[in-house]
C-alpha cells in the first residue's frame, strides 16, 4: 500500500499549533506508514517542529495568510478565505495530495468546505456529521450530530447505510444494529419525516435495522447506529456532554467531602480514571463527515494533543479499511 497522506489544519482552535504538533510527534512514534502536512503559520510551524525534533522527511509546511475564525459566516469564509489553512487543507484532498483533513475550526466553515471544495460521493444526498458516543457496552455511532439539519427520509436512509459501514469497518461490530430516533417505539409515533423513513428502513436487506429507539435508551447500548437528522442530533449530543461534565463534577464533589471521602478517592482514583476514560472526547478521534470524496474529521474546538492523536490514527484505520470506497460502492449500486 502506498503511504498515506494526511493534512491537518493547525489555525482556528482555541489552544493554537503546538498540540497538533505535539499529536503528530506521537503519531509518528507509534506508526510509519504515514506523512503529514501542516497547514498554517509557516514560521511558527517550523519553530515548533524543530523544538520537538520531528522527523522532516514525514512532515511539511505550507503558510496561509488567512484564518477562518469561529466568528465568520462558514460559506462565505470558504469562498472569500482562499490562502486560509482550512480551505488549502481541504483543497489538497481535493487535488489527490492528501487523503484527510483533520481540523479544530469553525465546524461550518469546515462542513461547507467539505461539502463544496472535496465534494459528496457519487449518488449521496447529504454528508452527515457521525459521532461515536458511550454506552454501557461500548461506542455507538451517532449521525447526523450537525451538518444536516432539514432531511428527507431518504438521507436519513443513507445515513443508515453509511453508519452500518463505518461501525462494521472501523470499529469491527458485526452486524450492526441500526435504529432511528423517535419518540416512542411504536410505528404510529414521531414526526412526519420519522414515520416516512421508517418503513424504507425496515425493507432494507443490507442493514440490521431494529426500529426506533428513544434516546433514554441509547445508552443502554440498544444499538450500534443512531439516525437522526442534524437538529436532533446535535441537541442530543450536547445534551450528553453537558451531563457528563455535571456527573463528573458531582463526583470530584462527593470524593473532596471530607478526609475520609478523600482517603477513599485516593484508593479508588486509577480504576475510576480508566472506567471513566472512555466517556471523554479524547479517544474518540473526532467526528467524520461521511459519504464525501475524501475524508473531513472534525475535533473540538479547545482540542489538546490527545483528541488530535486520537483523529490521526482514527484517518488512518479509516483510510487502510476503505470505507469511503465502501461507502460509494454501496451507493452506486441503488
Given amino acids: 500500500m502506498d503511504r498515506i497522506k494526511l493534512a491537518i489544519d493547525t489555525l482556528g482552535g482555541d489552544n ?46 505550507v503558510g496561509a495568510t488567512e484564518t477562518i475564525t469561529c466568528h465568520d459566516a462558514p460559506v462565505d469564509a470558504v469562498r472569500r478565505k482562499k490562502d486560509s489553512s482550512m480551505v488549502l487543507a481541504l483543497t489538497s484532498v481535493k487535488n489527490g495530495e492528501n487523503q484527510a483533513v483533520i481540523s479544530a475550526g469553525n465546524t461550518g466553515a469546515l462542513l461547507a468546505g467539505g461539502t463544496f471544495i472535496v465534494g459528496r460521493a457519487k449518488g449521496v444526498k447529504r454528508a452527515p456529521l457521525a459521532t461515536l458516543v458511550p454506552t454501557r457496552t461500548g461506542d455507538c455511532l451517532m449521525l447526523d450530530c450537525g451538518a444536516n439539519v432539514d432531511v428527507k427520509p431518504e438521507a436519513l436512509v443513507q445515513f443508515a447505510k453509511m453508519g452500518s459501514i463505518y461501525m462494521e469497518s472501523i470499529m469491527g461490530v458485526k452486524k450492526p444494529k441500526v435504529a432511528l430516533v423517535n419518540i416512542g417505539a411504536e410505528d404510529e409515533k414521531g414526526n412526519e419525516l420519522v414515520k416516512q423513513t421508517l418503513p424504507v428502513l425496515r425493507q432494507l436487506k443490507d442493514i440490521n435495522f431494529v426500529g426506533s429507539i428513544e434516546s433514554r435508551d441509547i445508552v443502554s447500548g440498544q444499538a450500534d447506529v443512531i439516525v437522526c437528522e442534524a437538529f436532533t442530533g446535535n441537541c442530543m449530543l450536547k445534551l450528553y456532554e453537558g451531563v457528563g461534565r455535571m456527573f463528573m463534577s458531582e463526583i470530584k464533589g462527593v470524593l473532596n467531602q471530607s478526609p475520609k471521602t478523600k482517603l477513599g478517592a485516593a484508593l479508588i482514583y486509577k480504576p475510576l480514571k480508566k472506567h471513566l476514560k472512555r466517556f471523554m472526547a479524547d479517544d474518540k478521534g473526532g467526528a467524520p463527515l461521511l459519504g464525501i470524496k475524501g475524508l473531513v474529521v472534525k475535533i473540538h474546538g479547545n482540542s489538546k494533543n490527545a483528541e488530535a492523536e486520537s483523529a490521526i490514527y482514527q484517518c488512518r484505520n479509516f483510510i487502510i479499511s476503505g470505507v469511503n470506497e465502501k461507502i460509494v460502492k454501496s451507493f452506486e449500486q441503488v
Fill in 16 to 61: 493554537g499549533a503546538e498540540p497538533m504538533v505535539v499529536a503528530v510527534q506521537a503519531a509518528f512514534e507509534k506508526y510509519d506508514d504515514f506523512d503529514i502536512t501542516l497547514y498554517g503559520k509557516e514560521g511558527e510551524l517550523n519553530d515548533i517542529i524543530n523544538k520537538y525534533g520531528l522527523d522532516e522527511t514525514r512532515v511539511r509546511v
